[in-house]
């Protein structure tokens, strides 16, 4: 790009990079990484014990680990939205 030409996305040059762009949206919205690293536990697990789930059949198994897995991200959410309200609301209150 010429010096003499203006840039075309003059707010997405200014960020240095993907990772800074990650880092600031985790502190804007700190449970979402939370649900999303519950949510991947919760598969890691239910995949481990897959191999020892004893006579319980497989169908079952994978039933109870997608619940699981999904209400933990649920749940996240549901924290993270409560916490987004309570700084909105209690701790900046209007003026």
Partial sequence: MSPSQESV???YETE???TSKLIKK???TPFVP???AGFTA???YGLYKLKHRGDMKLSLHLIHMRVAAQGFAVGALTCGVLYSMFQEYVVKPKE
């Fill in 34 to 36: 939370i649900g999303m």
């Fill in 9 to 11: 996305y003059p707010d």
């Fill in 42 to 44: 919760v598969v890691a």
């Fill in 16 to 18: 240095t990079s993907q």
């Fill in 26 to 28: 985790f502190k804007e």
